[in-house]
C-alpha cells in the first residue's frame, strides 16, 4: 500500500463551522424542533499525547495576535447577546398582539399595531447588528488563522532545510506531507472556526439560562429535565459513531492507496496478468469500506430525527405547562413563545461544546506532531571559519561493489548529507567538516540512477543546475551531453513542458537531461551514479564520451556496477559489506585474484578460468 495515501488520509476533520448558529435565537439559520449538533466532528478520534503542553505551546504560537483574537471574543459576546435578547422581546409583540385581539373581541380595545410594529423593527434591528457582528468576527478570526498557518507552513519548510537527508531517509514521505498539509489545516480550521464558537456557545447556554428563569423557573425545570435525556442519546450516538467513522476513514485510505498504487504500476500489472487479482484486492477494501460507511452514515442519521422527537416531547410538556399558567394569567403568551424559542435554542450550544472537545483533542494530536517535525534536530552547524573552497582539479575515482556495498552512502557522505560520526574525508588535505555545506555542494555536481525531473519546461530543468545560465549555454549543455537532437525533436523543442510524472518522455532522455543539468553547472568534481545505465548502447558510447571530456580536469567519482565502463578510472576503491576492501587500478585489482577480480569476471562469465589463472 502506498504510504503517501494511508498517511495524508488522515483524520477527517468535519465540519466545526457546521454547528455555528444563525444570527439569532430562533431567528434567521435556526433549525427545526429539538434540535441536535448539526455538525458533528466525524474524525478519526486522535488524541495528543501531552494535550496541555501541546495546547500551551499552540496558544504561545498564537500569542502577537492575542488583541486580535480577544477583540474577536468581544464581538462575538456581543452578537450573542444581541441574539439572545431577540426572542424575548420578540414574545412583547406576541403578547401586545394576543391582549389586542382579546380586548377586540370583548370590545374594550383595539389591536396596538403601531407598538407591535416598532417591537419588531426593534427586533429586527437587534438581528441585523448580530449578523453583522458576526460577520466581522468570521472575517477577521478566518484572517488571523490564515496567517498563523502562513507562518507553521513557512517554518516547516525552513525547518525541512536545515533537517538532515538522514530523517527523509528514515521517514516515509506520506508522513511528511501528512504533517504539513493536513494537520496544519486541521489547526487552521480549529483556529478560524471553533475559538470563537467556544465563546459563542458558553454566552449562549449561560444566556439562554438566565433568560429561561427570568421567564420561569418552574418551566425552566421541566426543560432541564428533558435536557440530560437528549444528551444522553447525543453521547450514545458520537461514541460509537466516532469509531466507525475511524474506521471509515481508514478503510477509505486503502481502497485510495489501492486505486493509487493500480494506476501507476498499470503496465505492470496488466504485463503480469494481475487485473483479476487487482479487482478482488479492490472489492475486499471496497466491502470492508461500504460496511463502516453505511453504519456511520445510518448512525449520524439517526441523531437528528430521535433529537426532534425527545425535543417535541418536551415542547408538549412546555406548551401544556405554560398553557396551565397562562389562564390565571401567571405567565404572558408572548412569554411561553420567547421560552419555547429559548428551548429550541438550548441544546444547539450544548452539543457544540461537548462537539469541539473532541475537536481540541484531535487539534492538539495534529499541533503535536507538527511541534515534533519543527523540534527535529537540525543538521549540525557550520564552521565558525570555513576553509576556502578553491579546490584543485584531479582523477577519476570509481567505486564499484555489490548492491548493498556501501557506494551511494559513500557518495551521500562526501557531500554532508549525512554527518560522519567518527574519521574525517579530506579534500585535498582540507578536512570537509571545514566548509560550509553550501560551498562544499557547490563543488559537485550529480547524475544520479534515478532521474528528478520537476514540472517546467526542458530549458527550465536544464537551467536548474546553474539558474544564471543563458540560452546559449543551455543549448551547448545539451549538445555536449547528446541531448540536443531529441530536444528539438519534440513539438516545442527546449519549451516542451515535462509533466507531474515527467512519464512525457523516455527514462533514457530524463537520463540524457539530468546529465546536461550537471554540465551547465560545470562543477569542480563530478558524482556519477550509474548515470549511464537507463540508456541504450549506442547512446551509452555516446555519453561515456562526452563524461570524458567533462571530466577533465575535474575529480570524478563514479559508482558503478558494470565494471566495463571503470577500467580507465585512475583509483578504484572496492567496497564491500560497508568496508573498502581493496583499492587500486584495473590491472592491478585483477592480478590480485581478490574480490574485484571475482565481480569483473562473473560479468563476463569467466569464473572458472579465472580460478584456474590465479591458481597458476
Not at 303 to 322: D, E, K, Q, W
Not at 496 to 513: D, H, P, R
Amino acid at each position: 500500500m502506498s504510504d503517501s495515501n494511508r498517511n495524508t488520509s488522515g483524520p477527517a476533520t468535519g465540519s466545526a463551522s457546521g454547528a455555528r448558529r444563525g444570527p439569532g435565537m430562533g431567528g434567521p439559520g435556526m433549525g427545526g424542533p429539538g434540535m441536535g449538533p448539526p455538525g458533528m466532528m466525524m474524525g478519526g478520534g486522535a488524541k495528543a499525547k501531552n494535550f496541555k503542553g501541546t495546547m500551551r505551546r499552540l496558544i504561545a504560537y498564537i500569542g502577537q495576535y492575542r488583541v486580535a483574537v480577544i477583540a474577536v471574543w468581544v464581538i462575538a459576546l456581543v452578537s450573542t447577546a444581541f441574539s439572545i435578547a431577540g426572542p424575548k422581546i420578540l414574545g412583547q409583540a406576541t403578547t401586545k398582539l394576543f391582549e389586542g385581539v382579546m380586548a377586540k373581541l370583548s370590545g374594550k380595545g383595539e389591536v396596538d399595531f403601531t407598538s407591535i410594529g416598532n417591537i419588531l423593527l426593534f427586533t429586527l434591528g437587534l438581528y441585523v447588528i448580530s449578523a453583522i457582528f458576526s460577520y466581522i468576527q468570521g472575517w477577521v478570526m478566518s484572517g488571523i488563522a490564515v496567517k498563523i498557518t502562513y507562518r507553521f507552513r513557512r517554518d516547516l519548510s525552513e525547518k525541512m532545510n536545515r533537517m538532515p537527508l538522514r530523517y527523509f531517509d528514515g521517514t516515509n514521505h506520506g508522513e511528511v506531507l501528512s504533517r504539513i498539509t493536513n494537520d496544519v489545516d486541521v489547526v487552521n480550521q480549529t483556529l478560524s472556526q471553533s475559538l470563537t464558537q467556544i465563546v459563542t456557545s458558553v454566552a449562549t447556554v449561560l444566556g439562554v439560562m438566565a433568560m429561561m428563569l427570568s421567564i420561569s423557573w418552574k418551566l425552566t425545570l421541566v426543560a432541564l429535565v428533558i435536557m440530560p435525556v437528549s444528551m444522553v442519546f447525543v453521547s450514545f450516538i458520537i461514541k460509537r459513531s466516532q469509531k466507525l467513522f475511524k474506521a471509515q476513514q481508514e478503510h477509505l485510505g486503502h481502497v485510495n492507496s489501492h486505486v493509487e498504487e493500480m494506476y501507476g504500476g498499470h503496465l505492470v500489472m496488466k504485463a503480469f496478468n494481475g487485473e483479476k487479482k487487482s479487482v478482488e484486492a479492490f472489492e475486499k477494501h471496497n466491502a470492508r469500506l461500504y460496511t463502516v460507511a453505511w453504519k456511520s452514515t445510518f448512525l449520524s442519521g439517526l441523531m437528528m430525527p430521535m433529537m426532534m422527537f425527545i425535543g417535541n416531547l418536551g415542547y408538549v410538556a412546555i406548551s401544556m405547562l405554560g398553557g396551565y399558567y397562562a389562564v390565571p394569567k401567571a405567565i404572558t403568551v408572548g412569554d411561553i413563545q420567547a421560552f419555547i424559542q429559548y428551548v429550541r435554542s438550548f441544546t444547539m450550544p450544548l452539543s457544540q461544546l461537548a462537539n469541539i472537545s473532541n475537536v481540541l483533542q484531535q487539534t492538539a494530536a495534529a499541533a503535536e506532531r507538527v511541534f515534533e517535525f519543527l523540534d527535529e534536530k537540525d543538521e549540525s552547524p557550520e564552521t565558525a571559519n570555513p576553509a576556502d573552497s578553491d579546490l584543485d582539479r584531479g582523477h577519476k575515482i570509481a567505486i564499484v561493489g555489490p548492491t548493498g556495498a556501501g557506494k551511494t552512502t559513500m557518495v551521500k557522505l562526501l557531500m554532508r548529507f549525512y554527518d560522519l560520526e567518527s574519521g574525517h574525508i579530506l579534500i585535498d588535505g582540507i578536512d570537509g567538516s571545514t566548509f560550509t555545506r553550501k560551498d562544499l555542494r557547490k563543488c559537485f555536481g550529480m547524475v544520479l540512477q534515478d532521474t528528478w525531473l520537476y514540472n517546467g519546461s526542458i530549458m527550465e530543468n536544464i537551467r536548474y543546475g546553474r539558474p544564471e545560465a543563458s540560452d546559449a549555454e543551455v543549448f551547448e549543455a545539451a549538445r555536449t551531453a547528446h541531448a540536443d537532437h531529441f530536444i528539438r525533436a519534440q513539438p516545442q523543442g527546449y519549451e516542451t513542458v515535462i509533466n507531474e510524472e515527467a512519464n512525457n518522455i523516455s527514462q533514457g532522455q530524463k537520463q540524457l537531461l539530468t546529465i546536461a543539468r550537471a554540465i551547465i553547472a560545470d562543477p569542480k568534481m563530478l558524482i556519477l551514479d550509474e548515470a549511464t545505465s537507463s540508456v541504450d548502447t549506442r547512446t551509452e558510447i555516446l555519453i561515456q564520451k562526452a563524461m570524458d571530456n567533462l571530466m577533465k580536469d575535474r575529480t570524478s567519482f563514479i559508482i558503478a556496477h558494470r565494471l566495463s565502463t571503470v577500467k580507465n578510472a585512475d583509483l578504484i576503491l572496492v567496497m564491500k559489506d560497508g568496508n573498502i576492501v581493496e583499492q587500486g587500478r584495473h590491472e592491478e585489482l585483477l592480478a590480485q585474484c581478490g574480490f574485484y577480480a571475482e565481480i569483473y569476471n562473473s560479468q563476463f562469465d569467466r569464473i572458472g578460468s579465472t580460478a584456474e589463472e590465479c591458481a597458476s
